[in-house]
Nanobody, 116 residues
Framework: QVQLVESGGGLVQPGGSLRLSCAAS????????MRWYRQAPGKERELVAG????????NYADSVVGRFTISRDNTKNTVWLQMNSLKPEDTAIYYC?????????WGQGTQVTVSS
């Protein structure tokens, strides 16, 4: 079965950094686009970043461009989200996502809290 397991969240001060990891299994990782979403309390889930397959093309939400970097290693079935210059408005649960075999799949989420 498809499994996505996020890790790396935590509490950081504004301006700090975190690196989120998503370990994937149960599908052909190298053949699919991987994405990071986030959802803050009371807000709709939003796409943060995506990275395509072998080409490695990336896209980012305007709110994070220049601060966040998505990357992947197809030999390790892992996608990362490097988050720098964190702001309080980045506080959310971050989810790893892919669409494959006719459905969206999500990890359990990892909490990121940016606060002084």
């Amino acid at each position: 079965q498809v499994q996505l397991v996020e890790s790396g969240g935590g509490l950081v001060q504004p301006g700090g950094s975190l690196r989120l990891s998503c370990a994937a299994s149960g599908f052909t990782f190298a053949s699919v686009t991987m994405r990071w979403y986030r959802q803050a309390p009371g807000k709709e889930r939003e796409l943060v970043a995506g990275i395509t397959t072998l080409t490695g093309w990336t896209n980012y939400a305007d709110s994070v461009v220049g601060r966040f970097t998505i990357s992947r290693d197809n030999t390790k079935n892992t996608v990362w989200l490097q988050m720098n210059s964190l702001k309080p408005e980045d506080t959310a649960i971050y989810y790893c996502n892919t669409y494959t075999r006719g459905a969206h799949y999500w990890g359990q989420g990892t909490q990121v809290t940016v606060s002084s």
